[in-house]
Structure formats: C-alpha cells, structure tokens
C-alpha cells in the first residue's frame, strides 16, 4: 500500500495530462512509502516501479534520475509542509517566534503522522541537498532571534549553533515516531533547544504559550 503524502502537486514540474499525473503521483508515494521503510540510500528506479506497478519508461517520462524524484519529492513535502503552517500563521515574521512555532508545529506533524514523519527523518539524515536547505532556513531566523535580542550568540556561533539544532531534533523525531508515550516531547526539546541559543527562561515561556 502507498503511504498518504501531502496533498501537493510539486515543485517545478508541469504534467499535461491527468494521466500523466496520477502515474507521477504513484511514482511519488512509492519512492515516499519505500524511504519510510528503507530510507534513501538503496532506493532504486526498479524498486520504485514495481512498487507503483508502472514500467519503467514511466519513471522517465517525470524524472531523470532518482536523485531528480528525492530532490522534486523532499520540495513538494517541505513546500506542502510550509504553506500549512503559513495559512495557520499568516503574520509571523522571521525571528525567535517563527523558529519556535515552526519547530513545534514539525513535531506534532510528526506524532500525528508517523510515516510522515518517518519519511522526514529518512530524508534530513541521508539526503543532503534537503538538510542543507533547511538548515539554510533556520539560520535566517537565528540571526533575526539574535537581532531582535532572544538570542545571545556571536556571529562565530550562528553555525555551531544551527548545527546544534538540527542535531538537536534527530532524537526527539526518532522517539516520537517509534512510541506513543512521549510526554510533550515536541514541548521540552523546543524550549531546550531556545535556552541552548542563550533565550531566557520567561522568553522561552512565552514564545511557548504563543505556539501551543
């Protein structure tokens, strides 16, 4: 069976016919339900077909490679991902706030949806172009936070400090994907992970309260 992915229709791809996008559709939730079971290292054109029940010829009438399909796939999730939280958050600015909502509103997709959350986790640890955009993204709103003054870090800290951050969420994902009994998981590590960028007690308080 096909994991549900997010009801999007991609990233930089026009597909002329309703054809052509139920077979891109199948190719997406296959190579999306075999990362969930396997990750991205040995996922192949064959493994892809056979799992959608489309010939190969099909594959590449969408996409050249299987890099092409991780690279369009991961954009679709995080472009899908990113527009929810924008319609819940029409207003938010970039900044302390925006970083805290963001990280939090992840990590409850990701206890509500497992192979979800699952196929996220797969991609950030082995695909590298996609955790480097999103690293791309969260140090534009660490160095809003240190402007605004939550944060209290140097410019030579900006990277360490990203780097920290991302690492930061691998345990909690893999916890909240693996139990049901995670306790405001989602909670604790975004306000550990806020004190870690110099945040004081009662900003990390608030900034909470404000994305609950």
């Known amino acids: 069976m096909i994991a549900k992915m997010s009801e999007t229709e991609g990233v930089g791809f026009v597909v002329k016919s309703q054809k052509g996008l139920k077979a891109r559709r199948l190719l997406f939730g296959a190579a999306f339900s075999l990362i969930g079971e396997g990750g991205v290292k040995d996922l192949s054109v064959r493994d892809v077909c056979e799992y959608a029940g489309l010939k190969r010829t099909s594959f590449y009438n969408y996409f050249q490679s299987i890099d092409d399909l991780l690279d369009q796939l991961a954009k679709s999730e995080i472009e899908a991902f990113d527009q929810a939280f924008a319609k819940r958050n029409p207003r938010i600015s970039r900044g302390a706030e925006r970083l805290a909502k963001e990280t939090l509103h992840l990590l409850k997709r990701v206890e509500q949806d497992k192979a979800w959350g699952n196929f996220i986790f797969r991609v950030l640890l082995q695909d590298r172009h996609s ?3 999103a690293k791309r993204q969260v140090a534009i709103d660490i160095r809003a936070a240190v402007k605004e003054g939550t944060f209290v870090l140097s410019s030579d800290d900006i990277e360490p400090y990203n780097k920290l951050f991302m690492a930061g969420m691998v345990a909690p994902i893999r916890q909240l994907i693996s139990s049901n009994d995670v306790d405001n998981l989602g909670e604790r590590t ?10 004081n007690a009662e900003r990390v308080t608030a900034l909470l309260k404000n994305s609950s």
């Open 131 to 133: 955790l480097d955009a």
């Open 190 to 199: 975004v306000r550990m992970l806020l004190m870690a960028g110099g945040a």
